[in-house]
């Protein structure tokens, strides 16, 4: 599946905007006929999540599904093309129906979809497009929860959150990306696998393109260094190598592009550009190596999230939030806790920040996971390394967050979760974030050393040792020390932070106050930074996001080093001190 592009073969309508949407309730519209229309219940955005455009606490805190319809045209003009229709994504799961005709289901939250719908089109005349969005979990499917009707009841310890979810970020539903219609010519390109990597100063690109149709004789690969043509092949698959290639680093983040033609008697019929950087990834026994030299990840964990859209993707707030990270002097963030919008990949590769990229596994449970949550979580992999492979500023796979791997059964599950994922791209280190195997602690990790390095998620000074820094900063030292000894893996602390309330100050470090958190932050990465095998430090979180209402949250999760609003805390300018320093 490729990003939409328009160019001289290819068009794309684009269809966010304004739509209709009618909740259901009581789970009866497709029994009773909405998907070829239905009476609208009001006005809504796309894409935005539903729970942050109305006013009521009735549709802030809906979980069910919601029925969206919209109308579009397709000119008579365009009747011998092909039309795809393709969604972005939706949280979590979609029934699509598109001029009274079901075109399937879908449930890969977070990544994108599409029908070829050519067959169906009224060109002409109105065209009527029906979403039904559910954001219900159940323990089968990742994210896991509790709040479909017979998933059953949720543990004890979240029964006091509203509403009653696993994950400490909001179960926003939704159509929250672009909606586009694709029209395309009879014979184009479906796909291209392009896989990157750079050895000993030679370029590698292994790529295998995927056609619809066969109105054409040829497909004509041409690998262009801006507008000059450096590489030329034939046919649909093959392997690229470029000697001397100017490298993609953070310092310099060189792009090149990928030209797939699909050519008939030598006319072109189709024509696609896809973006590419040359660069490698390896581990040692206390490095991350990006083309052979040792890097530290200096970043965030962060959302997709603002109030007003929730998840929705908005390009302003898109390209804010990347200024802020290039203020703050980040190279690198993760996308916690679920792969994000494509244009987050692209601005990533053109702006020089490497990416872990993470599926929607978040504080999995896999005692219960049986064949459906596994079958769900490989899905979910392969989307998500399909989608994102030929990105350079994706130097990581993540398999989960937080798991639960004090448990025995953990160990063989993520086992055969790490071999699946290498077995879709061994060129990149794939990774679990772990927050099990604390010192002196009864819950030990069953998957420590199992993956390609350690990433691990420690609120010292916050959650464990409130308030003392002192004697926090020193059981992290001892608790880094103990797990790189017993590992043999470098280490990326992937979280550790401290809420906060912008403008609470103190003139000691007091909990909640910004002195404190900047404290933390600073005193933390002081900490990784010392250790030889410290290979990185992601504060928890970019900014403020919201979560289920619950008393330790003050209207959503606070460890930002930015409000929601995106106004710097006092901890985003020790960040900047400390990283503008250190080269970013």
Same mark, same amino acid.
């Given at each position: 599946?490729?990003?939409?592009?328009?160019?001289?073969?290819?068009?794309?309508?684009?269809?966010?905007?304004?739509?209709?949407?009618?909740?259901?309730?009581?789970?009866?519209?497709?029994?009773?006929?909405?998907?070829?229309?239905?009476?609208?219940?009001?006005?809504?955005?796309?894409?935005?999540?539903?729970? $942050?455009?109305?006013?009521?606490?009735?549709?802030?805190?809906?979980?069910?599904?919601?029925?969206?319809?919209?109308?579009?045209?397709?000119?008579?003009?365009?009747?011998?093309?092909?039309?795809?229709?393709?969604?972005?994504?939706? +949280?979590?799961?979609?029934?699509?129906?598109?001029?009274?005709?079901?075109?399937?289901?879908?449930?890969? /939250?977070?990544?994108?979809?599409?029908?070829?719908?050519?067959?169906?089109?009224?060109?002409?005349?109105?065209?009527?497009?029906?979403?039904?969005?559910?954001?219900?979990?159940?323990?089968?499917?990742?994210?896991?929860?509790?709040?479909?009707?017979?998933?059953?009841?949720?543990?004890?310890? %979240?029964?006091?959150?509203?509403?009653?979810?696993?994950?400490?970020?909001?179960?926003?539903?939704?159509?929250?990306?672009?909606?586009?219609? #694709?029209?395309?010519?009879?014979?184009?390109?479906?796909?291209?696998?392009?896989?990157?990597?750079?050895? #000993?100063?030679?370029?590698?690109?292994?790529?295998?393109?995927?056609?619809?149709?066969?109105?054409?004789?040829?497909?004509?690969?041409?690998?262009?260094?801006?507008?000059? !043509?450096?590489?030329?092949?034939?046919?649909?698959?093959?392997?690229?190598?470029?000697?001397?290639?100017?490298?993609?680093?953070?310092?310099?983040?060189?792009?090149?592009?990928?030209?797939?033609?699909?050519?008939?008697?030598?006319?072109?019929?189709?024509?696609?550009?896809?973006?590419?950087?040359?660069?490698? =990834?390896?581990?040692?026994?206390?490095?991350?190596?990006?083309?052979?030299?040792?890097?530290?990840?200096?970043?965030?964990?962060?959302?997709?999230?603002?109030?007003?859209?929730?998840?929705?993707?908005?390009?302003?707030?898109?390209?804010?939030?990347?200024?802020?990270?290039?203020?703050?002097?980040?190279?690198?963030?993760?996308?916690?806790?679920?792969?994000?919008?494509?244009?987050?990949?692209?601005?990533?590769?053109?702006?020089?920040?490497?990416?872990?990229?993470?599926?929607?596994?978040?504080?999995?449970?896999?005692?219960?996971?049986? $064949?459906?949550?596994?079958?769900?979580?490989?899905? +979910?992999?392969?989307?998500?390394?399909?989608?994102?492979?030929?990105?350079?500023?994706?130097?990581?796979?993540?398999?989960?967050?937080?798991?639960?791997?004090?448990?025995? $059964?953990?160990?063989?599950?993520?086992?055969?979760?790490?071999?699946?994922?290498? +077995?879709?791209?061994? *060129?990149?280190?794939?990774?679990?974030?772990?927050?099990?195997?604390?010192?002196? +602690?009864?819950?030990?990790?069953?998957?420590?050393?199992?993956?390609?390095?350690?990433?691990?998620?420690?609120?010292?000074?916050?959650?464990?040792?409130?308030?003392?820094?002192?004697?926090?900063?020193?059981?992290?030292?001892?608790?880094?020390?103990?797990?790189?000894?017993?590992?043999?893996?470098?280490?990326?602390?992937?979280?550790?932070?401290?809420?906060? !309330?912008?403008?609470?100050?103190?003139?000691?470090?007091?909990?909640?106050?910004?002195?404190?958190?900047?404290?933390?932050?600073?005193?933390?990465?002081?900490? %990784?930074?010392?250790?030889?095998?410290?290979?990185?430090?992601?504060?928890?979180?970019?900014?403020?996001?919201?979560?289920?209402?619950? =008393?330790?949250? !003050? !209207?959503?999760?606070?460890?930002?080093?930015? *409000?929601?609003?995106? /106004?710097?805390?006092?901890?985003?300018?020790?960040?900047?001190?400390?990283?503008?320093?250190?080269?970013?």
């Amino acid at each position: 599946m490729l990003f939409p592009q328009t160019n001289g073969y290819r068009y794309t309508v684009q269809l966010d905007g304004l739509w209709e949407y009618r909740r259901d309730s009581e789970g009866r519209g497709a029994e009773a006929g909405w998907g070829g229309g239905f009476a609208p219940e009001g006005v809504i955005a796309v894409p935005a999540s539903w729970n $942050e455009q109305f006013a009521s606490n009735e549709m802030r805190a809906y979980i069910g599904t919601l029925f969206y319809q919209n109308e579009f045209y397709v000119p008579a003009e365009f009747r011998e093309r092909a039309v795809r229709l393709r969604v972005g994504a939706v +949280s979590f799961s979609a029934s699509v129906c598109f001029n009274g005709e079901k075109l399937g289901d879908w449930d890969v /939250a977070y990544l994108p979809f599409e029908f070829d719908v050519t067959g169906l089109v009224r060109y002409g005349e109105p065209n009527r497009l029906v979403i039904a969005v559910n954001n219900e979990q159940t323990m089968e499917m990742i994210n896991q929860g509790r709040t479909h009707p017979e998933a059953g009841m949720p543990p004890e310890g %979240v029964r006091w959150r509203v509403p009653a979810i696993y994950q400490d970020f909001y179960p926003y539903g939704g159509i929250h990306r672009p909606v586009r219609v #694709e029209i395309l010519p009879p014979t184009h390109v479906l796909s291209i696998k392009a896989v990157p990597g750079l050895s #000993e100063g030679t370029g590698t690109l292994d790529y295998a393109v995927e056609v619809a149709g066969d109105g054409y004789d040829e497909a004509s690969i041409l690998l262009l260094d801006g507008d000059d !043509v450096v590489l030329e092949a034939r046919g649909p698959a093959g392997a690229l190598q470029l000697a001397r290639a100017q490298p993609w680093s953070p310092e310099h983040p060189h792009l090149y592009t990928l030209r797939v033609e699909l050519l008939d008697g030598g006319r072109t019929v189709d024509r696609y550009d896809l973006e590419t950087g040359f660069r490698s =990834v390896e581990v040692s026994e206390t490095e991350v190596l990006l083309n052979g030299e040792p890097v530290f990840l200096r970043g965030f964990g962060r959302h997709e999230d603002f109030h007003l859209f929730g998840k929705g993707l908005n390009h302003s707030l898109l390209v804010k939030d990347f200024e802020l990270m290039k203020w703050v002097g980040a190279n690198s963030f993760r996308t916690s806790h679920y792969p994000y919008a494509e244009e987050w990949m692209q601005l990533a590769d053109r702006l020089g920040f490497m990416v872990i990229d993470e599926v929607p596994a978040c504080t999995l449970d896999v005692r219960e996971h049986g $064949e459906a949550l596994k079958l769900a979580h490989k899905r +979910s992999l392969a989307q998500m390394v399909a989608r994102d492979r030929h990105h350079p500023s994706v130097i990581m796979w993540s398999v989960s967050n937080e798991p639960l791997t004090q448990y025995p $059964e953990a160990g063989p599950y993520f086992q055969e979760m790490y071999e699946y994922t290498r +077995s879709l791209d061994d *060129t990149r280190p794939v990774i679990l974030v772990d927050c099990h195997g604390a010192l002196g +602690s009864d819950e030990a990790s069953h998957v420590q050393g199992m993956f390609d390095l350690e990433c691990i998620n420690r609120y010292h000074g916050w959650y464990s040792y409130p308030g003392q820094l002192d004697q926090a900063m020193e059981v992290l030292s001892r608790e880094l020390d103990e797990w790189h000894e017993r590992t043999g893996r470098p280490i990326i602390l992937t979280e550790f932070g401290a809420d906060c !309330v912008a403008g609470l100050h103190s003139t000691w470090d007091e909990q909640f106050t910004e002195e404190f958190q900047a404290e933390l932050i600073r005193r933390t990465i002081e900490v %990784v930074e010392s250790k030889p095998f410290g290979a990185g430090a992601h504060v928890w979180n970019f900014a403020d996001f919201a979560t289920a209402q619950e =008393v330790r949250r !003050v !209207v959503g999760n606070r460890k930002g080093v930015f *409000t929601r609003e995106r /106004a710097p805390k006092m901890a985003a300018h020790v960040l900047r001190r400390l990283w503008k320093q250190a080269g970013g």
